[in-house]
Each structure stands twice: as C-alpha cells, then as structure tokens.
C-alpha cells in the first residue's frame, strides 16, 4: 500500500523567510505533482515532477523530486502573505497507465508579516 | 471553457437518502476521477474512468457507485446516505497528453 507523508503539517512561517515542506513515498515512482489550495476552494495545479532529479520553479516556489530516495521537496523562498494556504503533494505509482493519485495530507502554511 | 462544473455545490441529506453528484468537463478530456475531502486528510480517489463506458475502483469505492455514459460527464451515487458520507467531494479530469488532473469547484455534503 502506497502512503505519501508529508513534513510538516502546519506551517507557521514570517514574511521573508524560507522553508522547505517534504514529501516522502512509500514505493517507487517518478510522477509527483504538487498542487495549492486555498480555503474553500478547489486544487490548483503547482509542479508536475516526471523524472529523478526534476527541478520546477514558479516565482518564490521551487519543486524537486529524488525518486531513489523517494523524497520530493517544495521549497519557498522569502515567503509572502499570499502564499499562504494548504499544499498537497500527489503520486502516481500506476506508471501511467491510469493515472491515479495519492494524496499526503497537506501541509497548512501560514505566512504571518 | 467553462473547464470543469460540479452539481450541485451544497446538500443536506438524510441518511438513508440517494442522490447523484454530476461532474461535467467541457475540455474532451479522457480520464475522470472522484475524490473525496475530509478534515486533516489529503483527497481520497474513491472511482475513476478512462474513457467513456469504462469506471473502475479507487481506495475508498464502497457505499458509492459510478457511470460514465457520456464522455463528458461522471456521475457519483449514493445509494444510502450515511453521516459517514458527509465530505467535499471533488471531480477531476485529465486529458491523454497531459500530466495534469484539473479539479472542479467541489461539492459539499451533510448527512444528517
């Protein structure tokens, strides 16, 4: 059975600081996606990771994936308030065939000034 | 494109109670999910499809049941509602090409 932990599941961070939030599988796979949400609303789309050593940037968020350590970081960069909201993490270990999901918990990251 | 839709965005059943959940994708994607949302939990892929006429299990399929008639829409079941059920259910779709499952608005349920 595939389970996806993600560290840490609540985030209290200063505006202009950096962290990193982890994401760690059980069994083998080189999809990883993580998405954003914020309260009350759907998953928006981050970063899909399809290869070991991927690498994604988008503004002050940087996603990376070790598919031999099984480990995908987020990474963020001088924090700001709008960052704030609930980060998933996603695998697939269907090796794409079907393409489904599983999800960590979330991570709840709040960024106060 | 209106991308994809959830009917309705909020019920109130009784258990015991059925109802369907409409999912509809204007995009011909192929795949279809529905996951379901509750506190402190990642989603959880309850039923998906990859194609028209074709639904399989996800991790958490019982008490619900699925079709897929139509392309563009993905239909979730309840037979008989429990308070169990009470969740935000969201549908996904994801077109062949691309990695990505896009996500509807969501649905949330209360079963009294």
């Known amino acids: 059975e595939l389970k996806v932990e993600q560290n840490p599941l609540f985030l209290s961070m200063q505006e202009g600081k950096n962290y990193t939030i982890y994401c760690n599988y059980s069994t083998t796979s080189d999809r990883l996606y993580w998405y954003r949400q914020d309260p009350g609303k759907s998953l928006e789309s981050l970063f899909v990771?399809?290869?070991?050593?991927a690498v994604k940037q988008e503004g002050r968020l940087m996603a990376s994936l070790d598919t031999k350590a099984r480990l995908s970081t987020l990474h963020i960069t001088a924090a700001v308030h709008d960052l704030s909201a609930t980060y998933f993490c996603a695998v697939d270990i269907s090796g794409g065939s079907n393409y489904k999901l599983t999800f960590g918990k979330g991570t709840l990251l709040t960024v106060n000034p | 494109n209106a991308g994809v839709t959830q009917t309705p965005k909020f019920r109130v059943l009784k258990t015991g109670q059925s109802m369907t959940l409409l999912c509809a994708q204007d995009?011909?994607?192929?795949?279809m999910y529905w996951y379901r949302q509750d506190p402190g939990m990642g989603l959880r892929l309850i039923h998906y499809s990859v194609g028209e006429g074709t639904t399989a299990k996800g991790e958490v399929p019982d008490g619900y049941n699925v079709s897929r008639l139509k392309k563009q829409n993905f239909l979730l079941g309840l037979e008989s509602a429990a308070p169990s059920q009470t969740s935000v259910y969201f549908c996904a779709s994801r077109p062949l090409a691309r990695e990505t499952q896009y996500f509807g608005p969501g649905t949330r349920l209360l079963v009294l």
């Open positions: 995009m011909n994607h192929e795949y």
């Open positions: 990771l399809l290869s070991n050593g």
